[in-house]
């Protein structure tokens, strides 16, 4: 019989198993021996005793064949932990005591969570301790077995809560107690995390190394015992308006306010009682606003909180230059201010910049520094003003590009960079198929060809044949080598025939237009004057020598040939350098898109400038070339404010509505109305809860989800990873500040799917300095440092003891082998001698 057919039986005290390396081999010679046998003695009719000598001998050879498998019974033991030493470390200082109720329940958690340890350790010769500190160790029980160590946690004694939170003394006593008993062990800490002095990295890295882990329960008091009680400010407040703070002090001293931009200091008269105080600041701009108090007591004690208002109101605009258009602008949305460039206010105070018609060299030298610095948060409008020199001067936007704040502008000046080095092109070819094309087809063919042979890897290329109406196109594709030899052999195959109305592919070609864009249109004219005009310079070749209808000369360029395309000049891919810097003539600006804010303007000329390939146009030149008016530009990776140039003189003429729509769009916070924001602090850990809202009356839908991000100056961004609590459009996110030294500004960034990123100014304290000496000053702390808590035991490899208890490794002791093949030997070599004594006495 097979050891492999009987592996894993159970068996008294174990189970089987195999160590033979033969496999069925052996069983099969067995099973032969014993067919055999059986087979013999019934051809030779041996009678009984044949029969049993037969199956003596085959039972045999089986229990060889299970002996040649080498079989074991494997005995498991109960799996026991290795000797160990639990410390309950409490913490007993007065900030923790101080609410006894509160704390009697944290105790009887953390006794609950040392009987889920006992349990999981039962029988193990494991030992618990309990251990307090305050301005010192105070030990208050003996070591027992793990399972008592519940009984000992309850049975703390009513102690007054004590001054001083000495973690450092507290913990390095319980490392020590483990190292005593072996080493093993753990500690089960229960505090507020307000230590003095902190907690010192070097005690986390000894626990670390020893492999002690410390699990952390929070708790903590709700107020302190004397000092600043409590504090609130509303959490909505007015630009402009008072915004009240109320406290209550027990005790006098000193409180001080401070909100980013000014401080403040009220005494307080001693009292035994409780006073209530109340405080106003006012807030200068819009966005979430922080308010320090900072209360001193009796010599060097103190403490303070962090409180935060979400500040609404119209959008500052800071203006500098006449901008006489701004005077019509609704006050409940936008507040002008007037700026005096050689003493500037901080840009970063405003919602808004609008320079009209001055250069940088009007400013204080490195505002335009200022200004990229706070570009992410404040939107900015350039206004070049009327020509300024002559057309061959550099105009004023042309300054402006010379700046610092070139990085962010829409456009660029500088004719030479784009005429030399232009950015990928994007080129459309409009080709005639009508039925009237017959005898110059292939001439118009050989003009898409030499097109298409102009083209770079950077350009895009798209071809529209159109006859009564567009035929199947090419669609825009990036003009790589096998994209070229895919249109040369498109345009080699395309067929005549039909009327010809150039209009509705006039129409696609429009919706194709970009920042550089280029059309061709070869045709041989005729047709009636098309309805609508491109956007794009467009170069109109006539394949039979005669003029375009009216007005398609106006396009760009019109090139009449004659027969062959030897020597074409396509000029927009040969441009004469343009080195004039202002366009004269009136003109009224032409929307790019179905309609645009400030078109319909009267102009007179207009500064040249080449938008940038990211850059939004929002109106032109109503003739070719297409120059920008009207340009805006974000930043497409980072959620940031607008930057807009107007490239003439903007007159007083233009529609408030106009100017409005435009300054919206620069906005970083556009919809103040749609978000309701709470703000709390504690430690370095800012908590958001957000609540979108209804705009404006209209019923709007709720989003299933929010993003964003904090972004601080010199800090990058920190996301935010919102989830979704309670009602629909309620979140919550939470961000560990990297505070520094001083106060400090930033955005925070919240993004709705669908919806434009909201960028709201938000304003932090500096890194808290130390307000009290190391054992002092319990009676004025409250609250919860997680902060601290969690990085003990991240840093220890704890857990936190509200959500879950500990788990031990439990070690099991290799498991007993039990030979069992000299057994069957012995059986097979019994049952061989059997089946030959049987044999002899049949005969």
Not at 237 to 253: E, F, K, S
Not at 628 to 645: E, F, Q, Y
């Given at each position: 019989?097979?050891?492999?057919?009987?592996?894993?039986?159970?068996?008294?005290?174990?189970?089987?198993?195999?160590?033979?390396?033969?496999?069925?081999?052996?069983?099969?010679?067995?099973?032969?021996?014993?067919?055999?046998?059986?087979?013999?003695?019934?051809?030779?009719?041996?009678?009984?005793?044949?029969?049993?000598?037969?199956?003596?001998?085959?039972?045999?050879?089986?229990?060889?064949?299970?002996?040649?498998?080498?079989?074991?019974?494997?005995?498991?033991?109960?799996?026991?932990?290795?000797?160990?030493?639990?410390?309950?470390?409490?913490?007993?200082?007065?900030?923790?005591?101080?609410?006894?109720?509160?704390?009697?329940?944290?105790?009887?958690?953390?006794?609950?969570?040392?009987?889920?340890?006992?349990?999981?350790?039962?029988?193990?010769?494991?030992?618990?301790?309990?251990?307090?500190?305050?301005?010192?160790?105070?030990?208050?029980?003996?070591?027992?077995?793990?399972?008592?160590?519940?009984?000992?946690?309850?049975?703390?004694?009513?102690?007054?809560?004590?001054?001083?939170?000495?973690?450092?003394?507290?913990?390095?006593?319980?490392?020590?107690?483990?190292?005593?008993?072996?080493?093993?062990?753990?500690?089960?800490?229960?505090?507020?995390?307000?230590?003095?002095?902190?907690?010192?990295?070097?005690?986390?890295?000894?626990?670390?190394?020893?492999?002690?882990?410390?699990?952390?329960?929070?708790?903590?008091?709700?107020?302190?015992?004397?000092?600043?009680?409590?504090?609130?400010?509303?959490?909505?407040?007015q630009i402009g308006h008072d915004a009240i703070i109320r406290g209550t002090v027990l005790g006098?001293?000193?409180?001080?306010?401070?909100?980013?931009?000014?401080?403040?200091?009220?005494?307080?008269?001693?009292?035994?009682?409780?006073?209530?105080?109340?405080?106003?600041?006012?807030?200068?701009?819009?966005?979430?606003?922080?308010?320090?108090?900072?209360?001193?007591?009796?010599?060097?004690?103190?403490?303070?909180?962090?409180?935060?208002?979400?500040?609404?109101?119209?959008?500052?605009?800071?203006?500098?230059?006449?901008?006489?258009?701004?005077?019509?602008?609704?006050?409940?949305?936008?507040?002008?201010?007037?700026?005096?460039?050689?003493?500037?206010?901080?840009?970063?105070?405003?919602?808004?910049?609008?320079?009209?018609?001055?250069?940088?060299?009007?400013?204080?030298?490195?505002?335009?520094?200022?200004?990229?610095?706070?570009?992410?948060?404040?939107?900015?409008?350039?206004?070049?003003?009327?020509?300024?020199?002559?057309?061959?001067?550099?105009?004023?936007?042309?300054?402006?590009?010379?700046?610092?704040?070139?990085?962010?502008?829409?456009?660029?000046?500088?004719?030479?960079?784009?005429?030399?080095?232009?950015?990928?092109?994007?080129?459309?070819?409009?080709?005639?198929?009508?039925?009237?094309?017959?005898?110059?087809?292939?001439?118009?063919?050989?003009?898409?060809?030499?097109?298409?042979?102009?083209?770079?890897?950077?350009?895009?290329?798209?071809?529209?044949?159109?006859?009564?109406?567009?035929?199947?196109?090419?669609?825009?594709?990036?003009?790589?080598?096998?994209?070229?030899?895919?249109?040369?052999?498109?345009?080699?195959?395309?067929?005549?025939?039909?009327?010809?109305?150039?209009?509705?592919?006039?129409?696609?070609?429009?919706?194709?237009?970009?920042?550089?864009?280029?059309?061709?249109?070869?045709?041989?004219?005729?047709?009636?004057?098309?309805?609508?005009?491109?956007?794009?310079?467009?170069?109109?070749?006539?394949?039979?020598?005669?003029?375009?209808?009216?007005?398609?000369?106006?396009?760009?360029?019109?090139?009449?040939?004659?027969?062959?395309?030897?020597?074409?000049?396509?000029?927009y891919f040969d441009p004469e350098l343009r080195d004039a810097y202002w366009r004269v003539g009136?003109?009224?600006?032409?929307?790019?898109?179905?309609?645009?804010?400030?078109?319909?303007?009267?102009?007179?000329?207009?500064?040249?400038?080449?938008?940038?390939?990211?850059?939004?146009?929002?109106?032109?030149?109503?003739?070719?070339?297409?120059?920008?008016?009207?340009?805006?530009?974000?930043?497409?990776?980072?959620?940031?404010?607008?930057?807009?140039?107007?490239?003439?003189?903007?007159?007083?003429?233009?529609?408030?509505?106009?100017?409005?729509?435009?300054?919206?769009?620069?906005?970083?916070?556009?919809?103040?109305?749609?978000?309701?924001?709470?703000?709390?602090?504690?430690?370095?850990?800012?908590?958001?809860?957000?609540?979108?809202?209804?705009?404006?009356?209209?019923?709007?839908?709720?989003?299933?989800?929010?993003?964003?991000?904090?972004?601080?100056?010199?800090?990058?961004?920190?996301?935010?990873?919102?989830?979704?609590?309670?009602?629909?459009?309620?979140?919550?996110?939470?961000?560990?500040?990297?505070?520094?030294?001083?106060?400090?500004?930033?955005?925070?960034?919240?993004?709705?799917?669908?919806?434009?990123?909201?960028?709201?100014?938000?304003?932090?304290?500096?890194?808290?300095?130390?307000?009290?000496?190391?054992?002092?000053?319990?009676?004025?702390?409250?609250?919860?440092?997680?902060?601290?808590?969690?990085?003990?035991?991240?840093?220890?490899?704890?857990?936190?003891?509200?959500?879950?208890?500990?788990?031990?490794?439990?070690?099991?002791?290799?498991?007993?082998?039990?030979?069992?093949?000299?057994?069957?030997?012995?059986?097979?070599?019994?049952?061989?001698?059997?089946?030959?004594?049987?044999?002899?006495?049949?005969?």
């Amino acid at each position: 019989m097979s050891c492999e057919m009987l592996r894993g039986l159970a068996l008294p005290g174990g189970i089987l198993e195999c160590e033979g390396t033969l496999g069925w081999l052996p069983s099969g010679l067995a099973l032969l021996v014993f067919a055999g046998a059986i087979g013999v003695a019934v051809l030779r009719r041996g009678g009984v005793r044949g029969l049993v000598s037969a199956f003596c001998l085959g039972v045999s050879a089986l229990a060889l064949a299970f002996a040649a498998g080498q079989p074991v019974r494997v005995r498991s033991e109960v799996p026991q932990a290795a000797a160990g030493h639990v410390v309950a470390l409490v913490d007993l200082s007065d900030s923790v005591w101080r609410d006894e109720a509160l704390a009697r329940a944290a105790l009887d958690q953390l006794a609950d969570r040392a009987g889920d340890i006992a349990r999981d350790l039962a029988g193990a010769d494991w030992t618990g301790e309990f251990l307090g500190f305050a301005d010192g160790v105070v030990p208050t029980g003996a070591v027992l077995p793990i399972e008592r160590l519940p009984e000992l946690i309850r049975a703390l004694p009513s102690l007054p809560g004590q001054d001083g939170s000495r973690v450092d003394a507290g913990l390095g006593a319980a490392l020590d107690r483990i190292r005593d008993a072996g080493g093993r062990g753990a500690v089960l800490l229960l505090s507020d995390g307000r230590f003095r002095p902190e907690l010192p990295d070097a005690l986390l890295n000894r626990a670390a190394v020893a492999g002690v882990a410390v699990s952390v329960l929070s708790v903590g008091s709700r107020a302190p015992a004397r000092g600043l009680v409590a504090a609130d400010i509303g959490p909505e407040q007015q630009i402009g308006h008072d915004a009240i703070i109320r406290g209550t002090v027990l005790g006098g001293g000193v409180l001080q306010i401070e909100d980013g931009a000014a401080e403040a200091e009220v005494n307080v008269p001693h009292a035994e009682t409780l006073q209530p105080i109340r405080l106003t600041t006012r807030f200068p701009s819009r966005g979430v606003h922080h308010v320090r108090l900072r209360y001193h007591g009796i010599g060097d004690l103190g403490q303070e909180r962090v409180l935060y208002t979400l500040v609404r109101g119209p959008a500052r605009v800071l203006s500098f230059g006449p901008a006489r258009w701004l005077d019509e602008l609704d006050p409940t949305r936008f507040v002008r201010v007037s700026g005096d460039p050689a003493n500037p206010p901080e840009p970063g105070e405003f919602d808004l910049v609008v320079i009209d018609g001055m250069s940088p060299d009007d400013f204080q030298t490195g505002y335009d520094d200022k200004l990229l610095a706070v570009a992410s948060r404040t939107g900015i409008f350039l206004v070049n003003g009327p020509l300024r020199g002559t057309t061959e001067a550099p105009q004023v936007i042309g300054d402006w590009n010379d700046s610092a704040l070139s990085t962010v502008l829409p456009v660029d000046s500088d004719p030479r960079e784009f005429v030399q080095s232009p950015p990928g092109r994007d080129i459309v070819i409009l080709i005639d198929t009508s039925g009237s094309m017959s005898g110059s087809f292939g001439l118009a063919k050989a003009v898409a060809r030499a097109v298409i042979d102009q083209l770079r890897p950077q350009d895009t290329l798209a071809i529209l044949p159109f006859a009564d109406d567009t035929g199947a196109v090419f669609a825009r594709q990036t003009a790589t080598a096998a994209t070229l030899a895919q249109a040369r052999v498109f345009v080699d195959r395309l067929m005549i025939g039909g009327g010809t109305d150039p209009n509705s592919t006039l129409r696609a070609a429009g919706a194709m237009r970009t920042n550089y864009c280029a059309f061709f249109f070869i045709s041989d004219g005729g047709f009636d004057a098309p309805a609508i005009s491109p956007q794009c310079f467009t170069t109109a070749v006539s394949t039979e020598g005669r003029a375009f209808p009216s007005g398609v000369a106006a396009w760009g360029q019109e090139i009449l040939l004659m027969g062959s395309v030897s020597g074409i000049r396509l000029e927009y891919f040969d441009p004469e350098l343009r080195d004039a810097y202002w366009r004269v003539g009136a003109l009224r600006p032409v929307p790019s898109e179905a309609r645009a804010p400030l078109t319909g303007l009267s102009l007179q000329g207009l500064a040249i400038a080449y938008p940038r390939i990211d850059a939004q146009v929002i109106s032109l030149h109503p003739n070719p070339p297409p120059d920008p008016v009207l340009a805006i530009r974000r930043d497409a990776a980072v959620a940031s404010a607008g930057t807009a140039v107007f490239l003439s003189d903007l007159p007083t003429s233009a529609s408030a509505a106009d100017v409005a729509e435009v300054l919206t769009a620069l906005l970083g916070w556009s919809r103040p109305d749609r978000f309701d924001l709470r703000v709390r602090q504690e430690g370095d850990r800012l908590t958001l809860a957000v609540l979108a809202l209804s705009g404006d009356g209209v019923a709007e839908a709720l989003p299933a989800s929010l993003s964003g991000f904090l972004r601080l100056q010199g800090q990058g961004d920190q996301p935010l990873a919102f989830r979704a609590v309670g009602a629909p459009g309620r979140f919550e996110a939470g961000v560990t500040l990297r505070l520094d030294a001083d106060p400090g500004h930033g955005e925070l960034i919240l993004i709705e799917p669908g919806g434009a990123a909201q960028v709201i100014p938000i304003s932090v304290p500096g890194r808290r300095a130390g307000l009290s000496r190391a054992g002092h000053g319990e009676a004025l702390d409250f609250g919860i440092d997680g902060a601290t808590l969690e990085r003990i035991a991240r840093r220890t490899g704890g857990v936190d003891l509200s959500v879950q208890a500990p788990t031990f490794g439990l070690s099991s002791p290799p498991p007993m082998r039990d030979r069992l093949h000299p057994w069957a030997i012995v059986l097979g070599l019994f049952l061989l001698a059997a089946s030959l004594w049987t044999k002899r006495r049949s005969n």
